[in-house]
Nanobody
Framework: QVQLVESGGGLVQAGGSLRLSCAAS????????MAWFRQAPGKEREFVAA????????FYSDSVKGRFTISRDNAKNTVYLQMSSLNAEDTAVYYC?????????????????WGQGTQVTVSS
């Protein structure tokens, strides 16, 4: 099990960029698949991006593909989400999630560990 703490959220203008970080504690982080989800007001939590520990393979939702980049630094036990060309529809609480193994999944139930979330607000 790992503990996850997100940071980097805030208010940004439409078209701007923001980088989220998720710091993990736990010795097995390097063997975790990590993901970002988000939840907008009144909506269900949705998958954004994931990265597995083997070869760093990544996967994105169609809504963020080409605009967001997920990456990880196993030496720092940190996963990042670089967001660019932000628009109002990206406004949400962003959650970091992790699960042991090398399975890329968009399902919330796949992930065993979650952070508390960080708010991202995009002003138009």
């Amino acid at each position: 099990q790992v503990q996850l703490v997100e940071s980097g959220g805030g208010l940004v203008q439409a078209g701007g960029s923001l980088r989220l970080s998720c710091a993990a504690s736990g010795r097995t982080f390097s063997r975790y698949t990590m993901a970002w989800f988000r939840q907008a007001p009144g909506k269900e939590r949705e998958f954004v991006a994931a990265i597995i520990w083997i070869a760093g393979s990544t996967f994105y939702s169609d809504s963020v593909k080409g605009r967001f980049t997920i990456s990880r630094d196993n030496a720092k036990n940190t996963v990042y989400l670089q967001m660019s060309s932000l628009n109002a529809e990206d406004t949400a609480v962003y959650y970091c999630a992790g699960q042991p193994g090398a399975l890329i999944s968009t399902a919330r139930s796949t992930y065993s560990d979650w952070g508390q979330g960080t708010q991202v607000t995009v002003s138009s």
